[in-house]
């Protein structure tokens, strides 16, 4: 694997483990929508992602990972709709779709190392 690549794979892996620790365990989402800390840096978090992910398509247009597209447009609502953004749509996003990613990631980054 392309070693830029390899690094925005563990950018995407370190940005969804700081969501999940901004959030703590109990993930309230009455209490997310109340932290306007946690909110903008969940944000932030979801745009590098989105960015990530951008960067490894433009890269590698042949890369396969799920939703990249989604992705990407959840980073440009963020970035230039910000004011369309609801805290429904994030909290589906962090509680639907960041697991499966990181898992996805996860196995992306260990199957390299297995190769190597």
């Given at each position: 694997?392309?070693?830029?690549?390899?690094?925005?794979?563990?950018?995407?892996?370190?940005?969804?483990d700081e969501i999940f620790f901004f959030l703590g365990e109990q993930?309230?989402?009455?209490?997310?929508q109340?932290?306007?800390?946690?909110?903008?840096?969940?944000e932030r978090n979801l745009e590098i992602i989105g960015e990530a992910v951008n960067r490894i398509?433009?890269?590698?247009?042949t890369f396969q990972l799920k939703n990249a597209k989604n992705i990407i447009g959840?980073?440009?609502r963020i970035i230039h709709s910000y004011d369309n953004i609801s805290?429904?749509?994030?909290?589906t996003i962090i509680?639907?779709?960041?697991?499966?990613?990181?898992?996805?990631?996860?196995?992306?980054?260990?199957?390299?190392?297995?190769?190597n």
């Open positions: 694997m392309d070693i830029k690549i390899k690094t925005w794979l563990l950018d995407i892996k370190q940005c969804i993930r309230d989402f009455a209490a997310y109340t932290d306007i800390k946690t909110k903008k840096a969940v398509l433009k890269t590698d247009e959840t980073r440009n805290d429904e749509v994030i909290w509680c639907r779709e960041l697991p499966d990613l990181k898992i996805q990631v996860e196995e992306l980054l260990n199957t390299d190392f297995m190769s």
